[in-house]
T-cell receptor, first 109, second 115 residues
Framework: GQNIDQPTEMTATEGAIVQINCTYQ??????LFWYQQHAGEAPTFLSY??LDGLEEKGRFSSFLSRSKGYSYLLLKELQMKDSASYLC??????????WGAGTKLIIKP | ETGVTQTPRHLVMGMTNKKSLKCEQH?????MYWYKQSAKKPLELMFV???????ENNSVPSRFSPECPNSSHLFLHLHTLQPEDSALYLC??????????????FGSGTQLSVL
């Protein structure tokens, strides 16, 4: 079966750095997405990786290793507004999106 | 503002009621989706429409009935639901259906409670 694993919950301190991991086992690979979802709001697109390496976008970076079936989202200079759930999703060989259950990130002052 | 609007935001219904969820996208996209989001579970894809034609139905019970009258509007008609159907129902759109770099634009969802 197809599976995406990410931690259920993480806690970090304002101003610090946090890394949210995502491991996947899918039938093929056609890209990995990260979405952010604040409580009661719509998930919004953060990043897309299809090739190995690091993609940087401001305070957020996303890394992919296809050989290891592994990605992480790196958040720097954490702000209180970064408290949200972070969803990892992989597009498989049939271009179906396989979703993880999400990581709830709690930022403390 | 994501360009995808869902109404109502909250809905409480009894198991014998009939209600409808509405979704509208202002992005000129060709594909629209219904997802179910339950606490601590992955998003579950329910239905996919491409240019008003249903292209995917993921073994969803018949008590959920989608309707796509045009590429900007999507409905989910609900009848005789069960308490386990209580969840957040998310609508999403994308330029096309699931090809390569296709990111989804989500609405804020309808929080449904079935009593």
């Amino acid at each position: 079966g197809q599976n995406i694993d990410q931690p259920t919950e993480m806690t970090a301190t304002e101003g610090a750095i946090v890394q949210i991991n995502c491991t996947y086992q899918t039938s093929g690979f056609n890209g990995l997405f990260w979405y952010q979802q604040h409580a009661g709001e719509a998930p919004t697109f953060l990043s897309y990786n299809v090739l190995d390496g690091l993609e940087e976008k401001g305070r957020f970076s996303s890394f992919l290793s296809r050989s290891k079936g592994y990605s992480y989202l790196l958040l720097k200079e954490l702000q209180m507004k970064d408290s949200a759930s972070y969803l990892c999703a992989v597009r498989d060989s049939n271009y179906q999106l396989i979703w993880g259950a999400g990581t709830k990130l709690i930022i403390k002052p | 503002e994501t360009g995808v609007t869902q109404t109502p935001r909250h809905l409480v219904m009894g198991m014998t009621n009939k209600k409808s969820l509405k979704c509208e996208q202002h992005l000129g996209h060709n594909a629209m989706y219904w997802y179910k989001q339950s606490a601590k579970k992955p998003l579950e894809l329910m239905f996919v429409y491409s240019l008003e034609e249903r292209v995917e139905n993921n073994s969803v019970p018949s008590r959920f009935s989608p309707e796509c009258p045009n590429s900007s509007h999507l409905f989910l008609h609900l009848h005789t639901l069960q308490p386990e159907d209580s969840a957040l129902y998310l609508c999403a759109s994308s330029q096309e259906v699931g090809q390569g770099y296709e990111k989804l634009f989500f609405g804020s969802g309808t929080q449904l409670s079935v009593l």
